[in-house]
């Protein structure tokens, strides 16, 4: 799966477009603009839907304001190859990134760190934001409260003494007044790059929870698996050397079935094979 972008006359595809000095042109562009651009420097890259759930409510007026960083270098638009659908994403631009610090530091406003990076798993960790926030928007029976990126929440675990853990985000979910403050850890189960040694074992992951002296700060540890082999495994590691908080898991393809994470599609470790909703898993 690669990325294609739309790029200028004997330009690669397979690469970003080629920074062009003097190519960015901010004037016009109003305060909904810079917010969009925020948006797509938090979270990597972000398709036109999912940028029309979280900002907009208007597939026209996200269509708009992406067209009009695109034009203005701020932002860059690829397709992946392999995608039937040609589905467009869009990612802030180095040009996009620098301007947009400067803007920060000009207002008093501390720059996110690790600024529009990649990490592992971006898509799906965008996938399971956007599908919380729509579906608190469409029911209401629910408000994503908080949401932290990886480098975040690795930050605010350290200020409680937790470390060796990688989660990949960190939520507040509220629906029904319970509170449920989850991290989002993805279990790939995939070979190690290069070397090619089998992947560790999916319990490895969490163990640093249970060093945690003063405890970890949250109700539910969320572990979504590319395979079901993986979930089991871990589900038999846990019952072995469980960890000071509940821990639940999914599989991509029952996530991908269900209309949000919120769902009933956690299976929790040490409870029976009922699946439950994201408000039931620290109740099990």
Known sequence: MARQYRVGPNESTFGPPVRRPGGVQVHGLGERH??????????????????????????????R?????????????????????????YEASTDGVTVLEERLHRSGHAVPPVLAQPVAGHLLINDFFTGLAAEARTNQHGCLYRWQRAADTAAWLRGYGVSGVRPRAYGVWIEDGIVVRF???????????????????PAEGLAGYRLAERGVPATAVLVVHARPEREADLHRELAAAPVPVPVATCTL???????????????????DDTFVRLIDVPRR
């Open 34 to 63: 810079w917010s969009l651009l925020g948006l797509l420097a938090e979270h990597g890259a972000l398709h036109t839907g999912q940028v029309v759930t979280l900002l907009f409510g208007s597939r026209p007026a996200a269509v």
């Open 65 to 89: 304001h992406l067209g009009a960083l695109f034009r203005a270098g701020l932002v860059w638009r690829f397709v992946y190859d392999d995608d039937p659908s040609h589905l467009a994403y």
């Open 183 to 201: 991290l989002l850890h993805i279990d790939h189960g995939e070979p190690k790059p290069w070397s090619g040694d089998p992947a560790p074992p």
């Open 253 to 271: 393809d029952r996530l991908y079935a269900a209309p949000s994470a919120a769902d009933a599609i956690w299976n929790v470790a040490g409870a």
